[in-house]
Each structure stands twice: as C-alpha cells, then as structure tokens.
C-alpha cells in the first residue's frame, strides 16, 4: 500500500487548509483512513477518520466543528479540509490507513511520508 499526500503548508490563523490522500496497491483489506499529526516534541495524534464501508467520520474534540474529513470512492482519495485554523493545529500531518480504525497509531498499517502544516498567528 502507498499513501501519497498533498497540500498543507503555511497558513495565517482563521485561515483554511486543504489536504489529499491518495490511496494506491492492495487496500481492499482496510477500511479506516485519515489523518493524525505530529506537533513539535510532542507525540503523534489522532485527527481525523472516514471508513470507507459507510463513510462514518469521527473527529478529535481539538478539531471538531473545524475540520471536515471526506472521501473519492473512485479515487481511493481521502480529504482533509481544516477551516479557522489555530497556531496550535501547526504539526506534521500523516495519512494513515487500516484495517478498523486509525484513531490509534496501534490501528494504522501504512503511513503517508507526512506534510507539514503551518499556521501563524
């Protein structure tokens, strides 16, 4: 499986961001993808998921209301728009995909190299 990720970069606070995921090779055995973040110092975070069976989201309380995760069938894309985009939202953005859910580092079988976000106040 490879994660190939788009988008992200500098923001200004209250600003929007969107990020891509492309989704290639044998990925009919997981149904979780989306988005956690790596701030600086600090551990990787959940953000963001969809299951592709039924297109369930589910959000960290940081970014609910904010942040909007959607999904290209079709594709084998995932999105990430982040809307009022705070300085703390500044961290290393990774798609990650498995088999259940990815709100866990536990539950991720591939990584997506990682795209910087940035956002100043």
């Known amino acids: 499986v490879q994660l190939v990720e788009s988008g992200g970069g500098l923001a200004q606070a209250g600003g929007s961001l969107r990020l891509s995921c492309a989704a290639s090779?044998?990925?009919?055995?997981?149904?979780?993808m989306g988005w956690l973040r790596q701030a600086p110092g600090k551990g990787r975070e959940f953000v963001a998921g969809i299951r592709w069976n039924d297109g369930r989201t589910y959000y960290a309380d940081s970014v609910k209301g904010r942040f909007t995760i959607s999904r290209d069938n079709a594709k084998n894309t995932v999105y990430l728009q982040m809307s009022s985009l705070k300085p703390e939202d500044t961290a290393v953005y990774y798609c990650?995909?498995?088999?259940?859910?990815?709100?866990?580092?536990?539950?991720?079988?591939?990584w997506g190299q990682g795209t910087q976000v940035t956002v100043s106040s």
């Open positions: 990650a995909l498995g088999p259940l859910t990815i709100a866990t580092e536990q539950g991720v079988s591939s």
């Open positions: 090779g044998r990925t009919f055995s997981s149904n979780a």
